[in-house]
């Protein structure tokens, strides 16, 4: 008789039964099976269910389970006879078809059927069998089924996309995956699940990752497709619901792929939709905020597929043996550093990398670099990404330590693949590491100083050897070798392409300009430029591509025009202005929105320096406009900001996207060439309209200066404002309206005049929108007045008409000019006829502008302008050494325009950078403005300009000192006083330099000659090569020498209030009136009444006499004398005059040997006179010929204010 079943029992077994099976304990089954056909007859389906699945899984037990994509369809299956319980199969047919009350056990059953004939390799019977899913309407809800029937929802779907894709076809299997994601996908998403059910769910994950991978690569799966991160989405979410800590990595089961590998294919995926810059899939991603950006999101999904894979990698790979590559790892890194690339570029906002930016995305880049360096031995792709990733973030010396590190282990290991033949995997090829070395040539010389321009110039050298082991590229396209000692070459290396040979000998000539404008040695520096020429000609040549590299143009365009060959530079850049740009969807993710334009406001600066050094000031004022209006629309530009609206307004729209212009997503090297753009169009406005007119317009930089870089003060609410209304000079005008003020329109132009009505005090400052058109004209014809912000100056240049005479304010200005007054015009060589000013509002504003018809194309047509000197240019220098020869332009191909190939990160400065920079050039504008107010005889306003300069070097010295500390610890290479540091604009004590030459310029106009003196020395205590005020110190000197600036007197003078008896109604000091004869001494000079250099053929005494005023002895000045007491003395001891002499002599001789003097013409004039002093006529006039070329070559400023980077954009 059969026992009665107990119910109660029975459900116990039950339970017991399906926690068996959801643990994976199939010893226990066969056992619980017999109780519960005891205890629960009803569930016989469900026990033979069981029965069977123990039994697969037993024969299965030492098989290798199919997984992964395409390895599913070659997997072998387990024959029948060694599945016993494939006998009971027609038992459990017969159950299914009886089991109506049990909706689960019946859904199982047919899932076991299945699962029994794709174990013995009957796909296609188990496909029919295999049910597509359990519907919501057998039950009554899905929440509520058991663990079981969900590990068979999960079976189900796996085994049916398994067969799918045995038979080829993998789409059909592909939708049978994605169709079973929406009612599956709570099973992961709960922390409780068991063993069975993390083997099924991994098991179903992992074959529908890599078959959507594998239809992916075949084309037949699109990254556009919103469904395309369905499969690795789940995966990330399985992976969370792990228990407790992240699972361990290795393999999910026996036969699959590492776990590493799925997460390593969810990373390239993001990284590629980040590179080729797709649209983000949106299909069940995590959302964690309503309003997140899809940039957001990717960046938020990437990193975490990235920490993962990081994770898995690192644990899972151990040290390399000798002979062994982690090749694995360093592709991660190459994947890791793209990435990075496109997210520190310029396609990528700080706004959309949310906390931290660019610069906590390249420190955490940084610690992974490192990290993958402790698993790798001698990697040069490590340690090249190390360099550029040290760039990036401001650390100089570890950068370039980590490049001393990579070119010692390239070469070495080039060595022996030169010896042995054989190619090392691990070993950069030969274009890469002329890549990088290419790119650590153009750091040192951007941003380093002369020690950085000496190691560029031996860098370039190691460059040069490398270069020579390289056969040019064949134009078969087939291999190149490397030539071997013994006259053997390796035939394995890989051929260079001819871009890389182009940027490689663009960097060579890089590296000797920069070394020519450092070194000390002018013989050397004359072939240092010859060979700077020479390699920049040869980076593009014909030979090596048909596209110009924007870096290599500009470079070789500004060398030729230091060189003063203005026909062949003004035709290179003309040339490549015109040049097509690249149309490349990738180079603007890369470079950024507008890359060619901004690229090329460089060159439209040089441009108008060139025009200018021809005179052409119409067209140079025009080209400044063109480098802006390239944009088109200045809100483009700008944005669309109303500068001083109130703080509550500013402050409500500063977040706002439409307020926001392209300057706000340039770095600073990017804003200051516009800011030096605007102030060379103001240079020119002060030679075409006079200093003030220039004086009007400056108030336009300072506004300009503030909406490029804010405020440079401490607190972080203050801002940038001009000066207040009453502080305005009288002729100050009210500025225009922002966008179309800065640098003028071409349909908004006004003209201004000297005339300018002045500004009542209690007038307000307004920025109007909107400009009405006027007229297009240049009012007068130019003069030359022109003032060098480097701490040089040059008020006058070389004049149309030779036969006019320099005037005084022309001889003094940068030392020697003691009278800006004395200015006079000079004859244009170009421009239209001088018209009325068009006034509007009552402001008469200057705009450089062209006659009727004149348009930007007018810059690319005309002939050259001839040599308006007799004399011929020398082919020497001064110093005997032959000068550079131009570049032969037919060999230059320009037919398109590229960006530069060696790309530099965006640096990422700290705070204090900015700050100390954005005050220095914030100084150099304040004694521009300076100049300005001096030139147009307002002297306390140019004193109170430089009062504003000082005030900012002072603080710049507190709080150098205050973070002197802080910068040692973190940087052994940390800016001081006398040094910038990397990338440092000037020292503080330059810049004290630079304020104290202009006080001293202005002291010089105002007559006090002591004050003056006084003023220059100090500028060289602070900075001893300071050029504008050995200049100005050596032109007193020379007066001293020459007696035209008598001494002090010896006692001080009395102040007689009300007067005395002897000089009645007088209030000024006695010392005043008995020196008047002195400061008067050197009147008679302000106007020369014979030509240079013939003051020496007449008689010592008689020049003495003439140029003092003063009676003196009849005694020879030659001829020693008693000395008498000092306040007896009328004249200065001629020991004191010849040291005078003597010094200026050397002062003068030592700059011009510099690289910041060795063109400058006031010190090769003055050093002229320091010769004719001495009766050295025929250095006097080679150096005065000297002067005559160099100021035929020289534009209305510096040459090196055209770009902040030197020879290097």
Partial sequence: MAPTPNATKGRGYLDSLDNARCEGDWDAVPELVRKVRKHAPNRACLASTAEIEHGITKATASETPTAAGADTATAGNVPPKDIEVAAHLPKLLSLIEEEHTYAEDRFQAEVCVGWLHWAVGEYNLALDR????????????????????????????????????????????????????????????????????????????????????????????????????????????????????????????????????????????????????LPYPTSHVAITHTETSPRAQLLVELKRAETAFEALLLNETTFPKANEEREEVELFV????????????????????????????????????????????????????????????????????????????????????????????????????????????????????????????????????????????QA???????????????????????????????SIGLAHAQWARMTFDAAHRTEMQKKAIKSLHASLSTGLGGSADVRGVFALGLLLAEQRELTTAIELVKTALLARSARDETLVLSNGPFWRERSLIPLWHLLSLLLSARQEYVLAARTCECAIEQFGDPAVLYGQQTTYKSDHLNEAEKDLDASRGLVDEMDDFEKENILEVKMTQLAIVEITEGPRVAVNAS?????????????????????????????????????????????????????????????????????????????????????????????????????????????????????????????????????PVPHPATVIDGDAFYTPMVSDGLHASDFFSGADKGNPLSRPSSAVNPDGSARPHAADMSEIALDGMEPAGAVFPIIQFDKGYERRRRSAILVKVWLMIGGFYRRAGMYDDAKGAVN?????????????????????????????????????????????????????RLQLVKGDIDAAREDFETALTHFPDHPAAIVGLSDILLDVYCEKVLPPPAFPGLDLVGGSEAMPGTEQST???????????????????????????????????????????????????????????????????????????????????????????????????????????????????????????????????????????
Avoid at 228 to 247: M, N, Q, T, Y
Avoid at 813 to 830: C, I, P, V
Avoid at 949 to 971: H, W
Avoid at 1185 to 1192: D, I, Q, T
Wanted: hydrophobic fraction near 35%.
């Fill in 948 to 1000: 504003e300069a000082q005030k900012l070097v002072q603080t710049m010295e507190a709080e150098m000192g205050k973070d002197s500390g802080e910068m040692s610890k973190k940087l052994s290479a940390a800016p001081s006083l006398r040094d910038p540091g990397w990338a440092g604009k000037k020292s503080i004590e330059e810049l004290w330099g630079d304020v104290w030459c202009e006080n001293g």
């Fill in 130 to 277: 295999l049910p597509e899913g359990f519907g919501e309407n057998q039950v009554e809800s899905l929440d509520n089924i058991s663990e079981w029937t969900k590990v068979c929802m999960m079976k189900s779907a796996y085994l049916r996309a398994n067969c799918l894709a045995r038979s080829g076809k993998e789409l059909d299997a592909l939708a049978v995956f994605e169709a079973s994601i929406p009612p599956t996908s709570f099973t992961w998403s709960s922390q409780t699940a068991r063993k069975q059910l993390r083997y099924w769910s991994e098991l179903f994950l992992t074959e529908y990752c890599m078959l959507h991978n594998d239809c992916r690569e075949k084309g037949q799966v699109s990254l556009q497709d919103m469904n395309s991160l369905v499969c690795f989405r789940s995966w990330a979410r399985w992976w969370d619901s792990s228990k407790g800590a992240p699972l361990a990595g290795g393999y999910g089961f026996k036969g699959s792929v590492p776990r590493r590998r799925i997460w390593w294919e969810y990373y390239k995926l993001l990284s590629t939709i980040l590179q080729e810059d």
């Fill in 334 to 473: 190459a994947t890791l550093m793209r990435n990075w690339t496109i997210l520190t570029g310029r396609g990528w906002s700080e706004k959309d990398l949310g906390q931290g930016g660019k610069a906590g995305l390249s420190a955490s880049v940084l610690e992974m670099l490192y990290r993958s360096a402790m698993k790798t031995y001698h990697s040069t792709a490590i340690l090249r990404n190390l360099f550029i990733v040290h760039l990036a973030v401001a650390e100089f010396d570890l950068a370039f330590k980590a490049f001393d590190a990579y070119l010692d282990i390239a070469k070495k290991g080039r060595a022996r693949v030169e010896k042995t033949g054989h190619e090392e995997k691990g070993l950069d090829d030969d274009a890469t590491i002329l890549k990088t070395i290419s790119l650590c040539i153009s750091a040192l010389c951007r941003f380093g100083g002369r020690d950085a321009a000496e190691k560029a110039k031996d860098v370039a050298s190691e460059l040069e050897h490398w270069l020579e082991k390289i056969e040019p590229p």
């Fill in 476 to 506: 078969n396209g087939g291999m190149d070798s490397v030539q071997e000692e013994g006259g053997r070459s390796s035939a394995t290396a890989d051929r260079v392409p001819a871009k890389v040979l182009a940027l490689a000998w663009q």
């Fill in 1071 to 1209: 010392a005043d009136i008995m020196s008047r004869t002195r400061k008067d001494a050197g009147s008679d000079r302000l106007v020369s009444a014979e030509p240079i250099g013939l003051g020496a053929f007449k008689s010592s005494k008689e020049e003495l006499h003439k140029a003092s005023g003063v009676q003196k002895s009849s005694s020879s000045p030659h001829h020693d004398s008693h000395l008498i007491p000092p306040y007896k003395a009328s004249s200065t001891p001629l020991v004191d005059r010849l040291a005078s002499r003597d010094r200026a002599y050397g002062l003068l001789s030592n700059l011009t040997k510099l690289g910041t003097g060795w063109n400058y013409s006031e010190a090769w004039f003055t050093l002229a006179r320091a010769h004719e002093e001495s009766g050295q006529l025929d250095k006097a006039k080679d150096v005065l010929w000297w002067c005559v070329e160099l100021e035929e070559g020289m534009g209305v400023r510096e040459w090196d204010c055209v770009n902040t980077g030197g020879y290097v954009l």
């Fill in 699 to 831: 108030l336009e930089l300072l506004t300009l200066f503030s909406r490029l870089f804010g405020s440079v003060q401490v607190q972080p609410k203050q801002s940038l404002e001009p000066p207040k209304t009453s502080n305005v000079p009288r002729t100050s005008a009210t500025f225009r309206g922002f966008k179309t003020g800065i640098f003028g329109n071409r349909n908004t132009r006004t003209d201004r005049r000297d005339n300018v009505a002045p500004e009542q005090p209690g007038e307000k400052l307004e920025a109007t929108q909107t400009r009405p058109d006027t007229a297009h004209s240049i009012s007068r014809a130019p003069t030359i007045q022109v003032t060098k912000e480097n701490g040089t100056s040059n008020d006058t240049r070389r004049k149309s008409n030779h036969s006019e005479k320099r005037s005084e304010s022309a001889r003094r200005e940068s030392g020697r000019r003691r009278d800006s007054q004395a200015a006079r015009r000079r004859a244009a060589s170009t421009g």
